[in-house]
């Protein structure tokens, strides 16, 4: 198609052939330097972006296009150009959106489709289908993200560049083209882990998952629910800056409360039953774990279902070893506490019972490995 008409174009030339061969490995360097810059900014290596960016700026070689084309090469070097000089993530997003409809325009209009392998990630298909002007592509890549629906390439490429820019944002290159449930699931995990952290004492894992939680409005988000983002962001932050586990807790329920604010006012959630909460007992190192879970999920839900499930586990306590035995009533006395306290109180008994996991598991000498413990995954 396209190739046809370059060819035509450069057919009286003897040299066609050999331009030919050129011209693919033009493409393939510019793809290559391309998705290379991608690859930097998902593994948040800003040099890199940079150095891909230069890379592209100074592609060879301009002979083997037809002139009436160079214009989009200049324009896809001008990019590569912008982009080697980012400072910030949000430049760098807005920059590779750029790139890509720079490739895009080029490929537009010489009517080629070029075809390349599937990228690793939703980022790079949503990248690869504006820079090969591949609407199959856009739309398998975009599936479940209303935001991303357009059919206008120069919109397209706009969106790309914001949903590049939640990358950084957000620290989760997953969120890219997904809905907002997805998005609060993200929510959940990082906010999870890092309370959960908190709890055990590795306050480095805090400091790692709190900030996934400060970013900007996720574009799924309702209009109306906007102004509870900064607050929850806010909370976040205060978190990642934890000084100790007793510094912590109250900032652990101050972001719960952030949490379930926002899904009072919206009614996202709604009432969870008991139904939906229950799990099976287990072992009784299981269902020790499973008691601040649920607490947890009780707070920023909220739900009443939730927290009555978790102090029930809470009164399931682990056998104790020796040492620990005086902790057993600090423990007991919590779980009692737990079953009858206001609902505005719980979040203050939360914050009493995450400082009481470390001591109990130093006095027992519990090797209480975080990462591989969390109830979510890892
Ligand atoms: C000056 C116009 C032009 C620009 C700019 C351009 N391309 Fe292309 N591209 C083409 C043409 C024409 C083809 C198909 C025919 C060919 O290979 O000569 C092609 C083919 C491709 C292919 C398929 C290569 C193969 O091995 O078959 C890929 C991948 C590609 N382009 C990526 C890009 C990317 C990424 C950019 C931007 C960084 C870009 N192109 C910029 C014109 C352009
Ligand atoms: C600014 C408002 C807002 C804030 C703040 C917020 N959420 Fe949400 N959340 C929502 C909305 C809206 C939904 C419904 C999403 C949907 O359409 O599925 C939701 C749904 C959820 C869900 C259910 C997801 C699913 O599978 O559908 C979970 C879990 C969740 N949020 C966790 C959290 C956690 C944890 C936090 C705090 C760290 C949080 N949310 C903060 C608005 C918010
Ligand atoms: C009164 C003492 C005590 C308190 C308080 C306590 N734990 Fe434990 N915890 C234990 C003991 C004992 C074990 C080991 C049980 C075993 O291996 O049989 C344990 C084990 C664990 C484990 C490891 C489970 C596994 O898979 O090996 C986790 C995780 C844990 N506790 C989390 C917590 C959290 C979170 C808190 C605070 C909300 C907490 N614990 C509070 C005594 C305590």
């Not at 991303?148 to 590049?164: F, K, M, N, V, Y």
């Not at 900030?211 to 205060?238: C, M, N």
């Not at 019972?353 to 209480?368: F, K, N, R």
């Amino acid at each position: 198609m396209m190739t046809m008409t370059l060819l035509l174009a450069a057919s009286c030339d003897l040299r066609s052939e050999v331009r030919m061969d050129q011209r693919t490995e033009t493409m393939q360097g510019h793809a290559d330097a391309a998705l290379t810059a991608l690859a930097a900014f998902e593994s948040e290596d800003l040099e890199g972006v940079r150095r891909a960016g230069k890379a592209v700026s100074e592609s060879p070689p301009w002979a083997a296009f037809p002139p009436e084309a160079r214009r989009f090469l200049e324009a896809t070097r001008a990019s590569g150009l912008a982009l080697s000089k980012v400072d910030d993530w949000a430049r760098a997003a807005t920059a590779l959106g750029g790139l890509a409809d720079s490739c895009g325009s080029c490929h537009a209009e010489q009517g080629v489709v070029p075809s390349a392998p599937a990228g690793s990630t939703t980022a790079i298909e949503l990248w690869l289908a504006v820079a090969l002007r591949d609407d199959a592509r856009w739309n398998q890549a975009s599936r479940g993200a209303d935001r991303l629906a357009s059919t206008d390439w120069q919109a397209r490429s706009t969106a790309l560049g914001a949903e590049l820019g939640l990358i950084r944002a957000s620290g989760r290159s997953e969120w890219i083209g997904q809905g907002l449930g997805r998005h609060m699931e993200s929510h959940f995990a990082a906010a999870t882990d890092a309370v959960w952290f908190l709890a055990l004492g590795d306050l480095d894992g805090v400091r790692e998952r709190a900030p996934l939680l400060q970013h900007g409005p996720h574009p799924g988000l309702p209009e109306d629910l906007h102004p509870l983002v900064g607050p929850l962001s806010d909370a976040a932050g205060k978190l990642a800056h934890v000084t100790s586990v007793a510094d912590g807790a109250p900032k652990s329920v101050a972001l719960a409360e952030r949490c379930a604010a926002c899904h009072k006012q919206s009614g996202a959630i709604g009432t969870l039953t008991v139904e939906d909460v229950r799990l099976p007992e287990m072992d009784p190192v299981g269902d020790h774990v499973m008691a601040p879970y649920l607490l947890w999920v009780g707070l920023l839900v909220p739900s009443d279902a939730a927290w009555q499930e978790g102090s029930r586990f809470l009164r399931l306590p682990p056998e104790l070893p020796e040492g620990a035995q005086t902790h057993t009533g600090t423990y007991e006395a919590l779980a009692t506490r737990a079953s009858e306290v206001k609902a505005q109180e719980r979040g203050a008994l939360f914050a009493e019972l995450i400082q009481t996991c470390v001591p109990c598991h130093t006095a027992g000498d519990v090797d209480v490995d975080s990462g591989r413990n969390s109830p979510i995954r890892h």
